[in-house]
């Protein structure tokens, strides 16, 4: 084994509005850390808090130097954060995890484990979860939904929580993508990959920060950033509507022709028209979920605007 200099470990958290949870946080995670044989640093993204977060984020900071702080300008949300502390991390390996302590900082030594065996990516893998009955349902529904649309494979029940290598953390940084989803990045960038299976818990304090409405756009950008099925969906139900539709039309004018229930309908074209209009404004809804998507990264835009970083020895 490694002698404890020779490696580091960093570990990047994402915090928005956490001040319940960071006291906890790290005492558990610096207790799990402190088992491993080697040395780390703990990278906290302050993303835009407006309660004591980052005050008690640069207390911490200031009693061990192996806290870092990176303070964004404003909140820019979940995966940019990540994206944040990423940058900023420099150990031999990387660990994300979340700030509310629903990913337990005890499995991290099993993922070092697993990466000390040699595994560039090692997936910490959701074998239950404690969450609410809906985001529950929500979630089997995604990864479902995920599932069966992705392009290719992605994980399932795996999140953001796990261990990347430092040349993988060098490549997901190189990624542009503005519409991120590191699960889905994770796996496209490939290497050799593991899994440790841990319970999910439940958030030791205060309320979820990603709101429902957040969810559905991370699992938005999941299924359009990772998938060309949606296009094709409609695409083939255009197909099939319009095949059906011009049998039916051969069978009016057949009737017609022979002069069968020739009473006009008001009904048929009524029903034919509000289909038809609804499955065509279906495709240009996903068009555009395309469309807006490709205009983000025309834009080009940061992924995240720093405001500070606080590491010992080099303030700015
Ligand atoms: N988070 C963040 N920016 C946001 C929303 C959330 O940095 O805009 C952080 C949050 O503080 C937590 C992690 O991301 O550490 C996961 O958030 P949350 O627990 O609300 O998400 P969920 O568990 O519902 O996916
Ligand atoms: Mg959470």
């Known amino acids: 084994m490694a002698h404890k200099a020779d490696l580091k470990v960093s570990v990047v958290i994402p915090i928005y509005d956490e001040e319940e949870c960071i006291d906890i946080l790290y005492d558990r995670l610096t207790a799990a850390l402190g088992e491993l044989e080697a040395d780390y640093e703990i990278i906290f993204v302050n993303d835009g808090s407006h309660d004591a977060s980052l005050d008690m984020l640069t207390a911490l900071h200031q009693t061990d ?8 300008s404003r909140n820019f949300g ?11 991390a420099n150990g031999d390996c990387v660990v994300i995890m979340d700030g509310d302590l629903q990913d337990p900082p005890e499995v991290i030594p099993d993922l070092v484990a697993k990466w000390r065996q040699g595994n560039m990516v090692v997936l910490a893998y959701r074998r239950s979860r404690r969450e609410g009955f809906l985001r529950q349902r929500l979630y089997w529904l995604f990864y479902t939904l995920l ?22 953390a060098d490549q997901l940084r190189n990624l ?25 818990e439940e958030r030791v304090a205060g309320r979820p920060k990603q709101s429902l ?40 004018v057949i009737k017609r022709l022979v002069g069968i229930d020739v009473v006009p309908g008001f009904t ?4 034919a028209i509000l289909f038809l209009g609804g499955v065509q404004l279906i495709s240009i809804g996903i068009l555009g979920e395309y469309i807006g998507r490709v205009y983000d990264e025309v834009k080009a835009r940061p992924l995240y605007i720093v405001s500070e970083i606080l590491r010992k020895g080099e303030e700015s």
Do not use: M
Request: include cysteine; glycine fraction near 8%; aromatic fraction near 10%.
């Open 147 to 168: 599932g069966t649309v992705s392009d290719y494979p992605i994980p399932l029940d795996a999140g953001v929580f796990g261990l990347i290598d430092r040349r993988v």
């Open 268 to 271: 048929t074209p009524t029903v």
């Open 78 to 88: 979940h995966q940019p954060a990540i994206s944040a502390g990423l940058a900023e």
């Open 65 to 72: 130097a192996r806290v870092v702080v990176v303070n964004l």
């Open 176 to 200: 542009s993508e503005h519409n991120r989803f590191l699960p889905g990045l994770r796996a496209w960038i490939g290497f050799s990959q593991a899994v440790v299976p841990y319970d999910r």
């Open 213 to 252: 409405v957040r969810l559905t756009r991370y699992a938005l950008d999941a299924v359009f950033s990772f998938s060309y099925k949606p296009l094709r969906l409609s695409l083939a139900a255009g197909l099939v509507i319009s095949g059906v539709c011009f049998l039916y039309a051969v069978v009016l």
